[in-house]
């Protein structure tokens, strides 16, 4: 069983208070790391302030190539560190393995973006008040960051943390999920050993409560969080003086119209952006809506697939939905699939639970007003709701507090730059998922789903502000 410290100013630190980490899917301990206290806590915050000026000092050159040999490492441990995921999150292998080799693609990209960074001289002489000047406008590193990471993506997001903190020139103090503690404690060492300052990563695991506290220090100038709208927003009226990026939750839609293609196809693909890894994830597809002419084609195909997903023991390699987080999120998520059958909403397939593993499910008469329709289902579940013409969907889709990513599977350029146009997202995908990302890209939403944007380069702007030197021509 592992054992693992805080990771404070390029060390372990143990501490009289520990968190058990068990598996989600048989309930075993599989690792006991230090609970950071409040003298911990600050131990970090004070490592993190006193390497904010030799962070900021390093050259491009340098926090680069901290992150290239960061990439090489968890390319280097990739099975260690998917052997994590599977043992703390209940991810899947084979979904572990892909993430691991996200996190190399986050660092790497961070790397290039540290070696690129944003400088544009500026000709002030278009109006009589800018006579003789001209300016340079750069970016600097905001100063210490708090991160806050959730369970179900504890290496690649904590990567998006860590990765663009380096890119800027900003030491972290981060807080993984007290579930998934353990990949945020290696990625802190491995960045550390790749020449990182004692100081510029942090790793403290705690609970909610004590990290918030650190937003009562001044000393933080920024708050990058990851996790539940409700956590998320309170957290943003406590940081109301500082810079804020939160990327929180979504219930996210599906469109498909007539011209998807081969409609089995299709189905399977959404049921990997349903039920994959449970769905416990924020851009897990949870509404499926479908043009009536095709409705019943396509149902039939996705009962079929959601029948056929490949559920259970997260370490079999063919397994792609392993347990729900902890068995009182399945209890939630039976509750809601009942309580949505006793108003009228009728199962496409058959209802299976074993432990903590809630097997697929797929609905349909799933009431406006349902949890599983408005709310953030976070489960292997997804509703199907057919519909007549195009505006009608656009208009469903975007009945919703939330407001992450959608997708939509057609062919149509006409209605491909409507939907561009017309939905509340921060993302459309286009004949695919809306669970799709790229590690590069921006990523983030609007309306409750959240402020600011991740992906390496956007992080980074988030982290750094704009400063102007005005310069006389002579």
Known sequence: MRELGAFISGQGRMTSATIAVKSPYDGHEVARVARAGKDELFA??????????PMARMSPNQRAGILEKAAAEVAHRRDELAHLLVEEAGKPLALARVEADRCVETFAESARVARTPHAELLDLEAFPSGAGRMALLRRFPVGVVVGITPFNF??????????PAVAAGCPIVLKPASQTPSPA????EILHNAGLPAGGVNVVPCGGAEAAALLDDARVRLLTFTGSAAVGWHLKQKAWDRKVALELGGNAAVIVEPDAGDLQAVAQRIALGAYSYAGQSCISVQRVLVHHQIAAAFTGAFAAATAAFATGDPAAKETLCGPMITPSDADRIEAWIAETERRGARCLNAKRREGSVVCPVALEGVPDDAPLWCEEA???VAVVRPYRDFEEVLALVNDSRFGLQAGVFTRDVEKIQR????LEVGAVIQGDIPS???DPMPYGGVKQSGVGREGPRFAVEEMTEPRLLVLRRS
């Open 185 to 188: 404690l290696v990625l802190a």
């Open 436 to 438: 799709w990302r790229s």
């Open 378 to 380: 976070f489960a292997p």
């Open 154 to 163: 504890p290496l690649n997001l904590v990567a998006h943390k860590l990765g």
């Open 44 to 53: 970090a915050l004070d490592a993190a302030a006193a390497t904010r000026e």
């Open 419 to 422: 939907a561009f146009a017309a």
